[in-house]
């Protein structure tokens, strides 16, 4: 178990331009999440897959905002025209879902965004 | 929105039991109530969750009341390692995503 990984770390971007992040889940992880945290909130849901199926879009999830889990593995989250309201760290969570009882979503250590 | 309600703020001296209480009079009654904790820039980090009975692992101890409106995590020798902000989270209504509040900043000190 080598734990969620996401891609880059860190990136800083001008405004206006495009930017994709990167998760890996937990292998056999059927459900991933995407979250978004400001600084001094806690993180706040923006979207979440079923295997490659995008099952729910938080209203904070803009049309310039695209999340795709195209073979139900890794999934990508793309901003576009970037704004400087997207600075943010970016996180993402996954879960074997289906199991008796609870889900327990286990975190990635974010990719932290900065647009100039 | 969130269920939970968590105090801002507390102070732990290092090595004694840190307990940090949570109200959550609104979760249903197959609601899970769960426990992250972030250390600065990094991921949350999953710690316990329980729905009716008092939980233990290697982490904390989770204590919940009778009626289910209120919890109490339990870290029992708290080190520096343990200065954090601790969230105390319930599903949304789907039972899909988690909803963060703000948390409690623990601070442990020497």
């Known amino acids: 178990d080598t734990g969620v990984s996401q891609n880059p770390r860190h990136k800083i971007t001008k405004r206006g331009q495009n930017v994709t992040f990167r998760c890996d889940p937990i292998s056999e992880h059927n459900r991933l999440y995407w979250y978004r945290q400001t600084l001094g909130q806690g993180p706040e849901f923006l979207t979440y897959?079923?295997?490659?199926?995008?099952?729910?879009k938080s209203r904070l999830l803009s049309d310039r905002f695209s999340a795709e889990r195209p073979k139900g593995s890794f999934s990508t989250l793309e901003i576009q025209r970037t704004e400087q309201g997207d600075s943010a760290m970016y996180l993402c969570a996954s879960t074997r879902w289906g199991l008796a009882g609870s889900e327990t979503q286990y975190f990635g250590p974010g990719t932290r965004l900065l647009v100039l | 929105d969130a269920k939970t309600t968590q105090p801002t703020s507390m102070d732990c001296a290092e090595g004694r039991a840190a307990n940090l209480p949570c109200n959550h009079s609104?979760?249903?009654?197959?609601?899970?109530v769960y426990w992250y904790r972030q250390i600065h820039s990094q991921g949350p980090q999953y710690i316990i969750h329980?729905?009716?009975n008092n939980e233990t692992n290697e982490m904390a101890s989770l204590i919940i009341t009778e009626d289910r409106k209120s919890s109490t995590l339990i870290l029992p020798h708290a080190t520096l390692r343990d200065t954090a902000v601790y969230y105390c989270?319930?599903?949304?209504?789907?039972?899909?995503?988690?909803?963060f509040g703000k948390g409690t900043t623990l601070s442990v000190s020497s």
């Open positions: 897959f079923q295997n490659e199926a995008q099952l729910e």
């Open positions: 329980g729905l009716k």
């Open positions: 989270i319930a599903p949304n209504q789907a039972g899909t995503a988690l909803i």
């Open positions: 609104t979760i249903s009654g197959n609601e899970y």
